[in-house]
């Protein structure tokens, strides 16, 4: 099973600036990595697929890079409904595609 | 509009049986493979299967596999997630979500999640 790890576990950014969570993964996932956004009481929502595709309807200000083992998502011009928590996900291996144990997202 | 409306809430006691499900619209529910993941109380997420409705075919999680069955229903479009004796450990919220280039890849549309409590 892949394990992936996310860092930091909380980052705190203002509003406005760049905000960026890393992700990486304990052998290589090619680009097979997708990245969700959790607020509180919601299900997840798909941002970003194959490591850089935005999901249909996701803001331009979220990008996606990397690939192999360390991906990252950036978060530009941050705003307060960006407050969540982030969770990276692999499908390169399965069963079971694994889950990141998440960012959360503070905005100050 | 892709949607998928999950059954409600769920209060059971540790021993007894339990099915719940996602109900899909908005699109050809034989074409896409549904997943089940698990959210336990202030945790992540956990992926714990996934069925192609279209001929049942099921993989599950060994974490998952032999406590939990996975099926679905083509006439109804409806997917299901069972357990046949519940354990306090099963208290989570479940949520479905379609997989559109399965069996295993990112999942694009989620079901709003099943609170599942588990206590004697």
């Known amino acids: 099973e892949i394990v992936m790890t996310q860092s930091p576990a909380t980052l705190s950014v203002s509003p406005g600036e760049r905000a960026t969570l890393s992700c990486r993964a304990s052998?290589?996932?090619?680009?097979?990595l997708a990245w969700y956004q959790q607020k509180p009481g919601q299900a997840p929502r798909l941002l970003i697929k194959?490591?850089?595709a935005r999901a249909t309807g996701i803001p331009a200000r979220f990008s996606g890079s990397g690939s192999g083992t360390e991906f990252a998502l950036t978060i530009s011009s941050l705003q307060s409904e960006d407050s969540a928590v982030y969770y990276c996900?692999?499908?390169?291996?399965?069963?079971?595609?694994?889950f990141g144990q998440g960012t959360r997202l503070e905005i100050k | 509009e892709v949607q998928l409306v999950q059954s409600g809430t769920e209060v059971k006691k540790p021993g007894e049986s339990l099915k719940i499900s996602c109900k899909a619209s908005?699109?050809?529910?034989?074409?896409?493979?549904i997943a089940w993941v698990r959210q336990m109380p202030g945790k992540g997420l956990e992926w714990m299967g996934i069925?192609?409705?279209?001929?049942?075919?099921?993989t599950y999680s060994p974490s998952f596999e032999g406590h939990v069955t996975i099926s679905a229903d083509k006439s109804t479009s409806t997917a299901y997630l069972q357990w046949r004796s519940l354990k306090a450990s099963d208290t989570a919220i479940y949520f479905c979500?379609?997989?559109?280039?399965?069996?295993?890849?990112?999942?694009?549309?989620w079901g709003h999640g099943t609170l599942v409590t588990v206590s004697s």
């Open positions: 979500a379609r997989d559109p280039h399965g069996p295993a890849a990112f999942l694009d549309y």
């Open positions: 908005g699109y050809s529910f034989s074409d896409y493979w």
């Open positions: 069925i192609y409705p279209d001929d049942s075919d099921t």
């Open positions: 052998q290589s996932v090619s680009s097979n």
């Open positions: 194959r490591a850089s």
């Open positions: 996900q692999q499908y390169k291996n399965w069963p079971p595609t694994t």
